[in-house]
């Protein structure tokens, strides 16, 4: 299972069955759930209760080692696909939930008027859009994301663009990919890491964020979900009428707009084309793979085609022209010369401390370089210097020597029983950071709370010694 794959399945686990029955009602959900995040040995399992009513437990494992049939079993379980009973005869039998199989089955083999797979425009368009032109709208918008996010929103895209719109700001900000630092956004660990996923995980972290305030926005999120899966099922360079959408989907166009997994000519249009940020939604396709060089996603997996040259006294080297390459590099490097094809720079203390303030460790540092690695740096073993991977986690371990903590020290207690009391109680609320047993010594990140079980102790006790 990809990794966007495994994000999106982690998010259905989480629903209630009532979703589920929902969600199952339409056979495009069905089936990109049975594509997108199903092993090999679920969807054999799948298939081979479609057209039966139900399958014994033995059957199943005289085909496969029991080892290796609980996985897909209990996948298939936590997404309401399959359910076990018992009957008489024949012990524990398994079956497909009803509205999984009626919509698996209505997809696979056609008919019924769902139209839950969208329905083409039945007119031409007078203002004809082409794969390239879709494939520029979704370059220009997904890059200005990347851009934001890395501080340069405008630098190198297409048109005179502005960044993202103030919605993809803030969802941004909400998934904490990024954090605002008086008027700029400043990447985060987390955003760091979204950098480094390959284009189709990336749509797909910012969708759960936008699935995670649909109902914020008083969206219906199995209503959401229905029209992601559909748009993954959609042909490249087809419109489609917005007629059979519903209100809560035709809202989410404008979202998806500026995302570039939709594009419109203009928001009154009726009709929309899927890019291909949307066609790959639910295959393990590259998203954008047709793309011309100006998109050379500077956060793809490493394909031989690195273009990172660094050397033993901590200079860099990047062979590219990108913006957005030269701009993630700028976020741990400094940069001094730039030319056509080629920018240089060095890796020094000051920059990789700077880097880790923003929240971006060695290793994602280290990892970074490696993938990129340029080709004749690949015939080395290891790809990178040893001194510069040593040099570069030594300065992230300088400044964890020693970390301030404010708080207060509670010391001199007349009996263990007395040190033993307040402490468990400041462990138990949370503010406790460390103790000292032997020397009956704690200290807390808090002091109000404490204050106010001694202060009822001593009232207690006075209470008690008056009595």
């Given at each position: 299972?990809?990794?966007?794959?495994?994000?999106?399945?982690?998010?259905?686990?989480?629903?209630?069955?009532?979703?589920?029955?929902?969600?199952?009602?339409?056979?495009?959900?069905?089936?990109?759930?049975?594509?997108?995040?199903?092993?090999?040995?679920?969807?054999?399992?799948?298939?081979?209760?479609?057209?039966?009513?139900?399958?014994?437990?033995?059957?199943?494992?005289?085909?496969?080692?029991?080892?290796?049939?609980?996985?897909?079993?209990?996948?298939?379980?936590?997404?309401?696909?399959?359910?076990?009973?018992?009957?008489?005869?024949?012990?524990?039998?398994?079956?497909?939930?009803?509205?999984?199989?009626?919509?698996?089955?209505?997809?696979?083999?056609?008919?019924?008027?769902?139209?839950?797979?969208?329905?083409?425009?039945?007119?031409?368009?007078?203002?004809?859009?082409?794969?390239?032109?879709?494939?520029?709208?979704?370059?220009?918008?997904?890059?200005?994301?990347?851009?934001?996010?890395?501080?340069?929103?405008?630098?190198?895209?297409?048109?005179?663009?502005?960044?993202?719109?103030?919605?993809?700001?803030?969802?941004?900000?909400?998934?904490?990919?990024?954090?605002?630092?008086?008027?700029?956004?400043?990447?985060?660990?987390?955003?760091?890491?979204?950098?480094?996923?390959?284009?189709?995980?990336?749509?797909?972290?910012?969708?759960?964020?936008?699935?995670?305030?649909?109902?914020?926005?008083?969206?219906?999120?199995?209503?959401?979900?229905?029209?992601?899966?559909?748009?993954?099922?959609?042909?490249?360079?087809?419109?489609?009428?917005?007629?059979?959408?519903?209100?809560?989907?035709?809202?989410?166009?404008?979202?998806?707009?500026?995302?570039?997994?939709?594009?419109?000519?203009?928001?009154?249009?009726?009709?929309?084309?899927?890019?291909?940020?949307?066609?790959?939604?639910?295959?393990?396709?590259?998203?954008?793979?047709?793309?011309?060089?100006?998109?050379?996603?500077?956060?793809?997996?490493?394909?031989?085609?690195?273009?990172?040259?660094?050397?033993?006294?901590?200079?860099?080297?990047?062979?590219?022209?990108?913006?957005?390459?030269?701009?993630?590099?700028?976020?741990?490097?400094?940069?001094?010369?730039?030319?056509?094809?080629?920018?240089?720079?060095?890796?020094?203390?000051?920059?990789?401390?700077?880097?880790?303030?923003?929240?971006?460790?060695?290793?994602?540092?280290?990892?970074?370089?490696?993938?990129?690695?340029?080709?004749?740096?690949?015939?080395?073993?290891?790809?990178?210097?040893?001194?510069?991977?040593?040099?570069?986690?030594?300065?992230?371990?300088?400044?964890?020597?020693?970390?301030?903590?404010?708080?207060?020290?509670?010391?001199?207690?007349?009996?263990?029983?007395?040190?033993?009391?307040?402490?468990?109680?400041?462990?138990?609320?949370?503010?406790?950071?460390?103790?000292?047993?032997?020397?009956?010594?704690?200290?807390?990140?808090?002091?109000?709370?404490?204050r106010k079980f001694l202060e009822n102790k001593a009232r207690s006790a006075?209470?008690?010694?008056?009595?």
């Amino acid at each position: 299972m990809s990794a966007s794959s495994l994000r999106s399945f982690e998010y259905l686990e989480s629903l209630p069955g009532r979703d589920f029955k929902r969600l199952y009602q339409r056979p495009s959900t069905a089936l990109a759930i049975f594509r997108r995040m199903l092993p090999h040995l679920a969807k054999t399992f799948v298939m081979a209760m479609l057209y039966t009513s139900s399958l014994p437990l033995s059957d199943l494992e005289s085909w496969v080692r029991p080892d290796t049939k609980e996985y897909a079993l209990s996948l298939l379980s936590r997404l309401h696909i399959l359910h076990t009973s018992s009957v008489p005869g024949q012990g524990q039998v398994l079956s497909l939930t009803n509205d999984f199989a009626t919509s698996l089955r209505l997809s696979l083999t056609g008919g019924g008027h769902h139209q839950s797979f969208g329905v083409p425009c039945d007119t031409p368009d007078k203002h004809q859009v082409s794969l390239e032109s879709l494939d520029a709208f979704a370059r220009s918008q997904w890059e200005g994301i990347l851009h934001y996010m890395v501080d340069t929103a405008g630098v190198g895209m297409q048109g005179g663009g502005e960044g993202p719109s103030h919605g993809v700001k803030r969802l941004l900000e909400i998934g904490g990919l990024v954090q605002m630092k008086g008027r700029h956004a400043a990447i985060t660990q987390a955003g760091f890491s979204f950098l480094l996923q390959e284009v189709n995980a990336q749509v797909w972290t910012l969708l759960l964020f936008y699935l995670d305030n649909a109902e914020a926005l008083n969206m219906d999120k199995v209503d959401v979900l229905h029209f992601l899966f559909m748009l993954g099922s959609l042909e490249l360079g087809q419109d489609y009428s917005l007629a059979t959408l519903t209100a809560t989907q035709i809202h989410m166009l404008e979202d998806l707009r500026d995302f570039g997994i939709v594009y419109q000519r203009k928001s009154s249009s009726k009709r929309f084309y899927p890019t291909r940020l949307a066609t790959t939604l639910t295959s393990d396709a590259g998203a954008l793979r047709s793309v011309n060089a100006g998109f050379d996603n500077a956060l793809r997996s490493s394909d031989g085609k690195g273009f990172i040259v660094i050397e033993t006294n901590y200079r860099i080297y990047a062979y590219t022209s990108s913006p957005l390459q030269i701009a993630v590099l700028h976020l741990f490097a400094k940069l001094e010369t730039r030319f056509p094809n080629m920018v240089s720079g060095r890796v020094s203390r000051k920059s990789i401390r700077s880097a880790i303030q923003m929240g971006i460790t060695s290793d994602q540092i280290i990892s970074y370089l490696t993938t990129h690695a340029h080709p004749q740096m690949r015939k080395n073993v290891p790809i990178l210097p040893p001194t510069v991977v040593d040099q570069i986690r030594l300065w992230q371990i300088e400044g964890e020597r020693m970390k301030p903590t404010v708080g207060f020290l509670f010391k001199d207690f007349a009996s263990s029983q007395e040190y033993e009391g307040i402490c468990r109680y400041a462990e138990e609320i949370g503010v406790l950071v460390w103790k000292s047993d032997p020397k009956r010594m704690f200290f807390v990140t808090r002091v109000e709370q404490v204050r106010k079980f001694l202060e009822n102790k001593a009232r207690s006790a006075g209470a008690g010694n008056g009595g």
